[in-house]
Nanobody
Framework: QVQLVESGGGLVQAGGSLRLSCAAS????????MRWYCQAPGNQRELVAA???????NYADSVKGRFTISRDNAKKTAYLQMNSLKPEDTAVYFC?????????????WGQGTQVTVSS
């Protein structure tokens, strides 16, 4: 069984920083893209940032210049460094990854971690 476990969420004041981690575990042959999504109450889940296995990245316009996605392939872990946080960044943040096990590819979600930014 493959799992993604997020950590690092919490409560922070506006202007502060948080670093989220997403660790993959289980019998994994390889991980291609890793992504972070956010979902605020009443809203749809939205893509925040993505990174390929080669390190290419893309970001939602709302977080460009403030958030940085990175990964450590040896640790099977992705990170989201969140700086200059705003109250509107408040949401549950989910990790998502494309994982290969044997001949099959799976799209896997983590359970989410809450980020709350106070004004």
């Amino acid at each position: 069984q493959v799992q993604l476990v997020e950590s690092g969420g919490g409560l922070v004041q506006a202007g502060g920083s948080l670093r989220l981690s997403c660790a993959a575990s289980g019998h994994i042959f390889s991980i291609s893209a890793m992504r972070w999504y956010c979902q605020a109450p009443g809203n749809q889940r939205e893509l925040v940032a993505a990174i390929t296995s080669g390190g290419s990245t893309n970001y939602a316009d709302s977080v460009k210049g403030r958030f940085t996605i990175s990964r450590d392939n040896a640790k099977k872990t992705a990170y989201l460094q969140m700086n200059s946080l705003k109250p509107e960044d408040t949401a549950v943040y989910f990790c998502n990854a494309d994982i290969r096990r044997g001949p099959f590819d799976y799209n896997v979600w983590g359970q989410g971690t809450q980020v709350t930014v106070s004004s």
